[in-house]
C-alpha cells in the first residue's frame, strides 16, 4: 500500500496527477461530494445555530468504505479538490465522513500541470473553515428557501403541481427573462428615415457617406432628396487621426460563457462541461474564476510563444484589473497551460473551446492594433431656386384638415469614415478566425480625397428604417447580466439557466422573423423613384422566452415574497457570502438575519385563505358562436383556453395554448383559432385529410395513416395542396431502394420517421448526420453493418447464463444493469466488468427506481393531455381542465 493517499473529487483528475507523484503516492476520487442534505425534509435544525444535518450520499456508502480502509493504512491523506468554495467543502465533508484528524493536509493548485502539483505537495495547508462556511451558507439557504417556499407554489397557485419550485439565483433569474419579454411586447416599432449616398470617386471607386441624423418622416426624407437634385457636393473637410486597439483581458468564467455562446454556439452548461474536461486533463488552469488576473509565469511563457510566433514587435505585457469588485476566488484567469500548445482537446467541441482560450491569453499580452481613422465631411450646396427648409406636419391628430407645419433648416453635410490597420498588433490572432466582433463594424478603406474636391453623386437613398425593442436574452446575455448586478457567483451561472429550463419556466428556442414593408425613395440621375420593399425583422436564434408557468410563478414571487426576487437584496446576499469567506462575518448570524422575516412571511401567506393567486386567469370576451365567455388560464399540465363555465348547463370547451402563446398576451381571435382542429382541409384519391395534434404533434391523417408535419408546417393554416405534397414525400421514402447482396442476402435503403437508414435482414442502421442517401454505394453500406455489428457485440459487458434476465449493458449513456424490463443504475465507483449477479441483484433490490413500474407504463399513467385536448377540444375536456373545474 502506498505511503500517501491523494482524494480528488474527479477520476480524470485523478489519472492525470497519479502519473505526477509516482509510486509513493495512490490518488482516489470522491466522485464529488460524498456527503450532502438529504433530499427529503428540511435537515436543517433553524432553532440551534441551522446546523445541518448531513448524510453519506445512498451512492456513496461503499466508495466512503474504501476510502476509510485506504486512509487508514497510508501514513498520510492528502486533500486536494478545487481551489475554491466547492472544492473547500468537499474536502471537509471528506474529512468528517473519513474520520480525519483536523490538520489533515490540504493541498490547491490551479492547473494540473506536474510543478503545479509537485509545489503544492511542498506547501500544503489544512482546510479553511471561512470558505467552508461560506458555502454552508449558501447550501442552508438555497434548502431553506427551496423547501419552505416551493410548497407554497404548490398550494397557492389555482391548479398547480408539486413540479413547481422557486430558489434565490434562479428567481431573479426567471424575473429577468419575464421583465425583459414584457418589455417586448409593450414596444411599438417607429420608423425613420435613414439617408445614404453613393459617390463615384476616379471612374470606379464608390465613397459611402450617410446623413448624422435620420428624418422621422417620409415627407421630410423626400423633400430632402427634392432638394438635392442638382445640387453640388464637395469635400468640406478631411480629418485624419491615429487610434488603437487594445486587446480584451483573458477569460473569467462568465466572458468565457458568454463568448463561448456567440462564437461556437455553446449553451453555458455545455461549455462549462468542456472546460472542467480540459482543466482535469491538465491543458488549462481552473476554469472557475472572476479573475482577469495572470501569473508572473504565465505571461513569460505567453511572451515566448509570441516572440517566437510573431516577432518581439508583437510583445505588450499588461495585468489586467478585476472589474468586478464583488470578485471571489480571484487567483488567475482562465489560460492554457501550456502556450506552446496550439491545438489541445480530445475531440472537436474540446479543440474549438481550447482555441478560443488560447486565442484570447496569448492577444491579451499582444501589441495594440494601430489604427488610422478618416473623417470626411462632405458639403452640400443646393441648387439655386431650391429651399433650405422643409415643411414638416408637427400635429398627427388624423382629425385636422389642415395640419399645423414648421419650417426646418435641412441638414447640408453627409459623413463618410474609413479605418485603416497600420499594425495589425493583436488583431493578427483574431483577424484568422474571425473573432473579434468589433471588426465587423470596422469602416473600409477610403479613396484617395483631397479638401475642396468635388464629388460626382452615383445615387442617394432614403430608406425606412423601425426601431426594434430590447433583444431577449440568450443564455450569454444573461450570465452577463446576473454578474453585472452581482448576482450568483462563477459556479452558479450554468445550474441556475439550466433549473430555469428544466422546470418549465423558461424555453430556449428560435424565433422565425415576420414580414413588413418599408419605403424607399432613391435619388439617381436628377430622378426621384418611390419603392416599396420587404424585409424580414424579429427574428431570434437560441433566445430565452419565458412560459406561461415561469410567468405565473414569477408574478406570484414579486406579489408575496418581493425580497426573493429583488435584485440589490439578492446581489447584497452574495456580498455576505464573500464577508463570510473571507473571514468578516458569522454565517449563522447572516443565515438568522435572513430566516426570519422569510419564515414570518411564509406562516402569513400558507394561514391566509385570502392568498389564492389566480395563475394569470385573464377573460378575453365572448365566444361569437355561443356567447359564452372565453377565458384562458394556467392548469396543472399547461396553459388552456376554455370557453363556457363549469356551472353551465353544458360542459366547458377546452383547447391548450401553442408553444409560445402567452396568456396575458393571447387574443380572443387567436383563443377561438386553438378550437379549429382537427379540420378537414380536402380529399386527395377520394378520402378526408383531416388535420390535427396527437401525442408526437401535429399532423395529417389520410387513409386511416398519420404523416407528420414539419417544424415550419403550421398546422392551423396548412393546405390541401401542402398535406398531398406531405403525404407523397412519406410514401416515397417509404420505398426502399436495392444497393446489393452482402453474405447473400439484400442490402436496401429508405427513409424513415428517424431518417435515413441502410436495412440488412432485419436490422434498420441509421445514416451518420452528415451523410445521405445520395451517392451511397454497396461499400459503403457494408461498412456500416459491420460497425452495427461491433456495437452490438460490445453491447453487454456481462451476462449471466444462470440468470439470463439479467445483463450488465454498455448504454449510450455509460453501463447500466438491465433487470427483467428494468433498467438500473450502476453506482460512478462501481467497475461493471466485476459485477456478480449477486452484486447485480442486490443493485436492482436497493435501487428505488428499480422497484417502480416500467418506465412506459409509468409515462402512460402520467401522461398530460396537452396533446389530445386541441385535438378533441369539441368532445372532452383536457385533463388541466378537469383538474380546475372539480376545485370550483
Known sequence: MSKNLVIVESPAKAKTIEGYLGKDFTVKSSFGHVRDLPKDGLAVDVTNGFRPSYEISPDKKKLVSELKTLAKSADEVWLATDDDREGEAISWHLKEALGLRDNTKRIVFREITKNAILNAIKSPRTIDVDLVNAQQARRVLDRLVGYELSPVLWRKIKGGSTGLSAGRVQSVALRLVVEREREIDKHSAKSSFKVTAQFIVDGNKVLNAELAKNFATAGEARGFLEACVGATFTIKNLETRPAKKTPAPPFTTSTLQQESSRKLSYSVDRTMRIAQNLYEAGKISYMRTDSTNLSQEAIEKAVAEIGSEFGDKYIQTRQFKTKNESAQEAHEAIRPTNFNDRNAGGDRDQKRLYELIWKRAIASQMADAQLERTTVTIGIRFANGRTTTVQTNVDDSPFVDTPKTESRNLPNELIAQGEVIKFDGFLRVYLESKDDEDDEDAKGMLPPLTIGQTLNLGQMKATEKFTRPQPRYAEASLVKKLEEMGIGRPSTYAPTISTIINRGYVTKQDKPGLERKYIEYTLQRDQISETSGKETYGSEKAKLFPTNTGVVVSDFLLEYFPDIVDYKFTATVEKDFDEIADGRMNWQTMLQGFYGDFHKNIEEIQGSSGVSFKTGERVLGADPASGKPVSARLGKYGAYVQIGEASDDEKPRYANLRDGQLIETISLDDALNLFTLPREVGFFEDKPMIIGIGKFGPYVKHDDKYVSLTRDDDPYTINADRAIELIQQKRAEAV????????????????????????????????????????????????????????????????????????????????????GKRNVKIPKDVDPATLTLEDCLKLAGDDPAAAKAPAKKAAASKAPAKAKATATTAKKPAATAKKVTTKK
Not at 436496401?748 to 445521405?772: A, H, M, Q
Not at 451476462?799 to 433487470?819: H, I, M, R, S, T
Open 736 to 819: 426502399s431502394e436495392a444497393l446489393g447482396e452482402f453474405e447473400g442476402k439484400m442490402v436496401s435503403t429508405g427513409k424513415g420517421r428517424f431518417g435515413p437508414y441502410v436495412k440488412f435482414e432485419d436490422k434498420y442502421i441509421s445514416l451518420p448526420r452528415n451523410e445521405s442517401l445520395a451517392g451511397l454505394t454497396l461499400e459503403r453500406a457494408i461498412e456500416l453493418i459491420q460497425a452495427k455489428r461491433v456495437v452490438e457485440a460490445n453491447k453487454y459487458i456481462k451476462e449471466f447464463p444462470e440468470n439470463p434476465a439479467v445483463k450488465v449493458v454498455n448504454g449510450q449513456y455509460g453501463p447500466y444493469l438491465a433487470v
